[in-house]
């Protein structure tokens, strides 16, 4: 797809180097590893766990110690940035939220690797493009300072006074000004700078699309071909040139997207020209695949075969954690006198209702359509609630409830069959946090399995 001043063989090989040494890259050089190996021709691939509840990224460092790989959790500039974001976390919070929960579960913090998704002006889009760049780059240092080593730098949006769609080359230039930062905020704070980049975005915005899905369109091979000669051409004017041949990967759309009541399957068949790109002689470039989340299990081996070799998912693991604790409430009712129940699931209710800001505007429809919407939509926007302390208090007295009763196994068959089956096995106790847990790791087990990182013990216990 585009010029290297390295040839496949020595990436390859500086990759490897890098990734059996210690240090904040090393992480890096293995994600960068697996995509050289993957537009080899090898199943493997590397996904990313898009998230900041604590229940999903426990979960998701389990599968890791199965797997006896590493764990990829992805911030976005929403979620985390220099100011709090919408968690109340800075990067430097995130990455010590993260590397807290692996270190509880006995994961070595070399295998934990930190992600920032969609930096960029983002987080002010409505401020004019001098101050919302400059915010942006302080961002992007912070998430560097902070060792986050794989970054995917995303300026696509317009800011105040731009037109309503910008110029590739806008684009890229202020891509290559924000990769810029972050070089030179690692290279200040390690000595060096091994972060990996990804380049584009994907068509509709992140998060799942906000409207009734009809029809999507594959990024033309052209598209692609475009973006990158584009960017290099920026990053290269802007002496970035050892920073743009550690760019991994393309942010396309491959024809996967997902929104409130709808999932739009992969079909191989759509994406061939840009399989066909991704395996033209020297190229080292992959695609990242965004809004993965639902497809098929055999979708997503398809998409790493087609060199979508990084897959995001997000919404998917927290609605998998939501079926989960609505799955504990009703059996919950079953078991526990009225006056000491959580109420979980009427508790969610009230509180989206008294702070309707973060699905308002997404949801539409008569009032029972939105109660439907608001519980169980694969846009799953019930994920900005769980936070708020009133929640957190339900789900603790929901835990500690059934903590302190056996659940009956036809219960445990009734709502969370899943689980019912590994607990039968032998391979799952029945408490409330290993069947959460165990929920979670289902949807994420066939992101694991595409990518050639499932261990075989783990496999009997999911029906995936």
């Known amino acids: 797809m585009h010029s290297r001043t390295e040839s496949t063989a020595s990436v390859t090989a500086s990759a490897s180097q890098a990734a059996i040494g210690i240090g904040p890259w090393a992480g890096a050089a293995r994600i960068r590893a697996a995509i050289i190996a993957n537009l080899s021709g090898e199943e493997r691939g590397v996904y990313s766990v898009c998230c900041a509840h604590h229940l ?41 939220f993260v590397q807290g929960i692996a270190q509880g579960k006995c994961l070595s913090l070399d295998r934990v690797i930190l992600g920032g998704d969609h930096l960029g002006p983002v987080a002010w889009i409505g401020e004019a493009p001098a101050d919302a760049m400059a915010k942006a780059e302080d961002l992007v240092r912070a998430f560097a300072r902070a060792r986050f080593s794989k970054i995917h730098l995303d300026c696509s949006m317009p800011l105040a006074g731009d037109p309503p769609v910008l110029d590739d080359a806008v684009v890229a230039g202020r891509a290559a000004r924000l990769c810029a930062a972050a070089e030179e905020a690692a290279i200040e704070a390690f000595g060096s700078s091994g972060i990996v980049y ?28 475009r973006t ?15 920073a743009w041949d550690r760019v991994i990967a393309l942010v396309v759309q491959p024809g996967v997207e997902f929104d409130h009541g709808a999932v739009i399957d992969y079909r191989p068949d759509k994406a061939v020209h ?42 998917a693991l927290t609605f998998a954690m939501r079926e989960a604790l609505f799955a504990l409430s009703h059996i919950e009712d079953e078991l526990v006198p009225a006056v000491e129940r959580s109420n979980l699931r009427d508790r969610a209710e009230r509180q989206m209702c008294a702070s309707p800001s973060n699905w308002q505007r997404f949801y539409g429809g008569e009032p029972d359509s ?16 769980w936070p708020d302390p009133y929640l957190e208090s339900a789900i603790e007295t929901l835990i500690a409830n059934l903590s302190g009763r056996p659940i009956p196994l036809g219960l445990l068959a009734q709502y969370l069959p899943y689980e019912f089956a590994a607990v039968r096995r032998g391979d799952l106790s029945p408490a409330p946090l290993a069947l959460i847990s165990h929920h979670i790791r289902e949807a994420i087990l066939p992101y694991s399995r595409a990518c050639g990182a499932a261990a075989t013990s783990n496999e009997k216990g999911s029906n995936s």
């Open 56 to 96: 999903v990224i426990e979960a998701a460092v389990e599968q890791a110690l199965a797997d006896g790989g590493d764990v990829l959790v992805e911030a976005t500039a929403n979620q985390v940035n220099q100011f709090g974001g919408y968690t109340g976390m800075t990067p430097d919070d995130y990455r010590d």
């Open 198 to 225: 990804v380049i584009g975005t994907e068509v509709p915005p992140p998060g799942g699309a906000d409207e009734t899905l009809r029809e999507l369109t594959v990024t033309p091979a052209a598209n692609a071909v």
């Open 228 to 242: 990158i000669s584009i960017h290099e051409e920026a990053f290269r004017t802007a002496g970035l040139a050892e």
């Open 274 to 315: 840009l399989k066909e790109l991704a395996e033209r002689p020297g190229n080292t470039l992959a695609f990242e695949a965004h809004s993965t989340d639902y497809q098929l299990p055999d979708a997503f081996k398809d998409l790493v075969r087609d060199h979508f070799a990084v897959l995001k998912v997000g919404p």
């Open 370 to 385: 939105l109660h439907l919407l608001r519980r169980y939509s694969l846009s799953d926007r019930i994920r900005y609630y």
